[in-house]
């Protein structure tokens, strides 16, 4: 199998981390350990994996049975773990985003590129059904030149309550858009081929979660208390992005909304356009045309449901490390720039104003990563 004898350690071992533990396990590779600052996190893990646990990630990047570590902890402390275990020269495979700042993450693409390990970023809806036929049929030329993206990522509530990480700007350097709109618009850049940026407006807006009449009929935020914590981040974000080929994209993500929630996803083409939900394993494709008479065509096309966007994800990292090569997909340069971008929309919401991509302190040249020799 392709996972088999590549040793990985878990750092974070809630849904994320067991969800990943599963994966690559399935893809043959074992599971030697795991960090939690949670006992009985470690003790869970401990019992279904068969791995050795530890308290801090200090411990687990010294052990000689791990090759990889994935990297599933909030936001702020991707840095201080990805950096300690591509300094080991282990591989690495950190979840979205990339960091809680973009000085975080430029950091830790800098010692990407130092590291003789690789180091990819869990953007794993890239990954989906929908999207690999996507990616085929706009391969094929199908779709002509894209022109624009509509990404949305909007729950009608789905705050995920005051008192979390998710609320905390320390420890998730944001909200709604850095938890579920980078997924968004991470796909939105991804299907463009990730174009040079030129513009970035938005607005960030905190509407709901300071509420003490919010209503949750889900339970998503679990006995809300808009009094317990302070919730300083946003919950809902609006954006649009320019292009310097004039292609845009237009973004919508929110916790929590008073309308429908969506995982929209459309893109439009000179010749077709297509949409899906985010994630899903189906996909639309939208034509026009004059054969017999002026019409149109809908095809619907029907993936994989075995196909997970984790799974493929998980299936391309462990590739990666047993060929010993560079992933082509995920990659740092990729994750940073989705992070630059989320750095502009809170500017801009901030200023007021559109504006531009910060200079990025690193160059392209420093961030790649040469093939690497057994």
Not at 23 to 47: H, I, K, M, N, Y
Not at 83 to 105: C, F, I, M, N, R
Not at 222 to 245: K, L, P
Not at 358 to 364: A, F, M, Q, T
Request: hydrophobic share 40%; net charge negative; proline share 3%.
């Amino acid at each position: 199998m392709i996972g088999d004898g590549i040793g990985v350690g878990i750092v974070g071992l809630g849904g994320m981390g067991n969800l990943h533990a599963r994966s690559v396990r399935d893809l043959g590779a074992d599971v030697v350990a795991g960090v939690d600052l949670v006992p009985e996190q470690r003790d869970r893990f401990a019992e279904e994996f068969g791995a050795q646990t530890y308290e801090t990630h200090d411990e687990l990047v010294v052990d000689d049975a791990v090759d990889a570590v994935i990297v599933t902890t909030p936001n702020r402390f991707h840095e201080p773990i990805a950096v300690a275990a591509l300094e080991q020269g282990l591989d690495v495979l950190v979840e979205k985003p990339l960091a809680h700042t973009v000085e975080s993450a430029e950091r830790i693409a800098e010692a990407a590129a130092r590291s003789d390990g690789i180091c990819m970023v869990g953007f794993h809806n890239r990954h989906a059904a929908s999207m690999a036929m996507f990616d085929e049929q706009h391969a094929r030329g199908r779709f002509g030149d894209l022109t624009h993206v509509e990404a949305d990522y909007v729950r009608r509530r789905g705050v995920p309550g005051p008192g979390s990480w998710f609320t905390d700007p320390e420890l998730a350097g944001g909200g709604a858009l850095l938890d579920i709109g980078v997924h968004a618009l991470d796909l939105a850049l991804y299907a463009l081929d990730f174009p040079e940026i030129t513009e970035v407006s938005g607005v960030a807006r905190t509407t709901f979660g300071t509420d003490a009449e919010y209503a949750d009929p889900d339970g998503f935020g679990d006995n809300w208390d808009a009094e317990a914590e302070t919730y300083e981040v946003d919950d809902s974000v609006s954006a649009f992005i320019r292009t310097a080929e004039g292609q845009t994209i237009s973004l919508e993500a929110a916790w929590a909304t008073n309308r429908e929630e969506s995982m929209d996803f459309k893109v439009r083409g000179t010749q077709a356009g297509a949409q899906f939900d985010i994630g899903d394993t189906n996909l639309r494709i939208l034509e026009a045309g004059t054969a017999g008479c002026d019409h149109y065509a809908d095809v619907n096309m029907t993936g994989d449901e075995t196909l997970t966007g984790y799974g493929k994800q998980d299936e391309q990292f462990l590739e990666a490390i047993a060929v010993g090569a560079t992933p082509e997909s995920n990659t740092v340069e990729e994750a940073l720039t989705v992070q630059r971008v989320i750095d502009a929309i809170y500017r801009s919401s901030e200023s007021g104003r559109a504006t531009r991509l910060e200079e990025s302190r690193i160059s392209e040249a420093q961030l790649e990563q040469t093939t690497r020799l057994d």
